[in-house]
């Protein structure tokens, strides 16, 4: 039976649109759509972001993911995607402990991706309700950090120099946008206190050796599935070289905000926290100066992802600029506090 539990009307448009869609992707398995129950994981629906995915469960028992991406609208950039997360599941060695979801099937004109089901919870959800211990999470930050450590080691892995150019350009750019005005930010003073930080700190890391590993592209915790004895890493976007604290920061970083206390005056990732990821994670040491530059970097691409008037922002981005703006006030104005 083809039905999902709960109906909030504010995403109809996206589920109608993947129910829609469903039975053309489940007869390509030559198998009935009938035969499947539809539950949401999660969705995410924003101006310019519509993505839906599902849990699929076969009356045998049998259980998969679905994912549906409504907006944008670009049948190329999903096929890339599908295509990247499945070269990683290609390259990631096989253990019990550490996976990469096993991609199934593309459908890229419906812009939907099948994906075998990965029991347990994403760690977002399992830090939040099953885990608010403080050592118990730094536990869960280490086997993220070892995660990533197999995932950057299964590919490309070269020793590099760091180049800063390309952040300081793009901020330097990004602050003249907002001097006029074809982009605005929230708490804008803060904002350009952290461009002004990262300029300030750059010449401490122009051509430090670090690695350069293949991106996961979007590594927040959420996109780590835990049952208690795997952790598997789902929604790899990316195939580009880059510097290893790309992936590192944006997790960190999103980890902090949420489950931390605010750090130090003139830090953004708290000592003991470095210290339970780098415990996992070793291709590089928790004094990479590219990793510690990056976290500042970090923090300002979050910012940028939140829309400057409140009307604006989802619950989601609402609690991310109110979980940020103390990480960023330590961080960039350590005198100020």
Wanted: with cysteine; glycine share 4%.
């Amino acid at each position: 039976m083809n039905t999902f539990q709960n109906n909030p009307k504010e995403i109809m448009s996206l589920r109608e649109s993947l129910v829609l869609r469903w039975p053309e992707v489940v007869h390509r398995l030559n198998m009935d759509p009938d035969d499947w129950k539809l539950e949401e994981v999660s969705h995410r629906e924003e101006a310019r972001v519509a993505r839906i995915v599902v849990r699929a469960t076969r009356e045998n028992g049998t259980r998969l993911t679905l994912k549906h991406e409504l907006r944008p609208w670009d049948s190329d950039q999903f096929s890339h995607q599908y295509a990247c997360h499945n070269a990683a599941f290609a390259a990631y060695p096989k253990s019990d402990e550490f996976a990469v979801s096993r991609p199934i099937l593309l459908d890229a004109d419906q812009q939907c991706a099948l994906f075998e089901y990965a029991e347990g919870k994403n760690l977002k959800d399992h830090l939040t309700f099953l885990c608010n211990n403080p050592d118990a999470q730094l536990k869960l930050v280490e086997a993220a950090g070892r995660w990533l450590d197999i995932f950057h080691r299964s590919r490309i892995t070269e020793k590099r120099r760091y180049n800063v150019s390309w952040s300081l350009n793009r901020f330097g750019t990004i602050r003249c946008d907002l001097g006029d005005g074809r982009i605005e930010v929230p708490a804008r003073a803060l904002f350009l206190d952290g461009i002004s930080k990262i300029e300030k700190i750059a010449k401490d890391v122009t051509d430090v050796e670090t690695y350069g590993c293949v991106q996961h592209g979007d590594f927040h915790i959420g996109n780590l599935i835990w049952d208690g004895t795997c952790m598997t890493g789902i929604d790899i976007s990316a195939k580009h070289v880059a510097p290893v604290g790309y992936d590192i920061c944006q997790f960190l970083v999103d980890f902090v905000r949420r489950f931390w206390k605010a750090p130090e005056a003139g830090q953004v990732i708290p000592p003991e926290v470095l210290d339970a990821f780098f415990a996992g994670y070793t291709l590089v040491g928790k004094d990479d100066p590219s990793v510690w530059f990056l976290s500042f970097v970090q923090v300002l691409e979050s910012w940028l992802q939140i829309p400057k008037n409140q009307t604006d922002r989802t619950k989601a981005k609402q609690l991310s600029i109110k979980q940020l703006r103390p990480i960023a006030k330590r961080a960039f104005c350590p005198t100020s506090i």
